[in-house]
């Protein structure tokens, strides 16, 4: 059973900084490419961040590309998305999510990312 558990969301003041993190189990989490993808409350899903299977090549959206590191740590079969700069705008459920075959086939709960002062 394919499970994805995302934590580390809360309350933070602009500026600030924050590390999400997601859990994986039920598959072989080392051989997918990993994304973060975000909801604003009330309005539609924005992709974030994406990581390549063994983590030497990721790419973000420009609205956070220099502010945002996603990261995975295969041992542990977690991804992680370090947010440092953090804007109001940032505010938004965050989603772990698998690739299979270029789709998203499963998705975490999100995790609440609350940037205010």
């Known amino acids: 059973q394919v499970q994805l558990v995302e934590s580390g969301g809360g309350l933070v003041q602009p500026g600030g900084s924050l590390r999400l993190s997601c859990a994986a189990s039920?598959?072989?989490?080392?051989?997918?490419?990993m994304y973060w993808v975000r909801q604003v409350p009330g309005k539609g899903l924005e992709w974030v961040s994406a990581?390549?299977?063994?983590?030497?090549?990721?790419y973000s959206a420009d609205s956070v590309k220099g502010r945002f590191h996603i990261s995975r740590d295969d041992a542990k079969n977690t991804l992680y998305l370090q947010m440092n700069s953090l804007k109001p705008e940032d505010t938004a459920l965050y989603y772990c999510t698998r690739d299979w075959r270029n789709a998203m086939d499963y998705w975490g709960k999100g995790t609440l990312v609350t940037v205010s002062s």
């Open positions: 039920g598959f072989t989490f080392s051989s997918h490419w």
């Open positions: 990581i390549n299977p063994g983590g030497d090549r990721a």
